[in-house]
């Protein structure tokens, strides 16, 4: 997933994919530095291994995302009203995502 956005581009040498952050996912680190270091303090520093699975666990959930509203976008299904309610619903999951993250809401809430 993150290789389809642009923020790490893969090489392979001796038969291994190796991965590197590109200028743009390196951009978006700095923009966002704060919340990796909220994130690894939150974790308790260095991930391991159960660890970096369940957190990509997470990330597998962006792929269906982006091809739904890619598909939609494509056929022209999406119009200003629509586009208008995903971006609200976008902001107030993320709201509510960092405040799980920040200890300040209940993950089991609703």
């Known amino acids: 997933m ?16 190796i991965f590197a952050i ?3 996912g390196q951009t978006d680190l700095d923009e966002h530095r704060d919340e990796v270091e909220d994130a690894y303090d ?3 520093g260095e991930l391991g291994q159960d660890d970096w699975q369940q957190f990509m666990g997470l990330f597998e959930r962006f792929p269906r995302l ?3 509203l890619g598909r ?11 586009l208008e309610s995903i971006k609200a619903v976008l ?20």
């Open 2 to 17: 993150l290789e389809e956005m642009g923020q790490i581009a893969a090489t392979e040498e001796g038969g291994k994919k």
């Open 22 to 24: 590109t200028d743009e």
């Open 42 to 44: 939150h974790l308790g």
């Open 66 to 68: 982006f091809k739904m």
């Open 72 to 82: 939609a976008a494509r056929r022209r299904k999406l119009g200003p009203e629509q």
């Open 91 to 110: 902001d107030e999951t993320a709201t509510r995502i960092e405040a799980i993250v920040k200890g300040k809401l209940d993950p089991r809430a609703d």
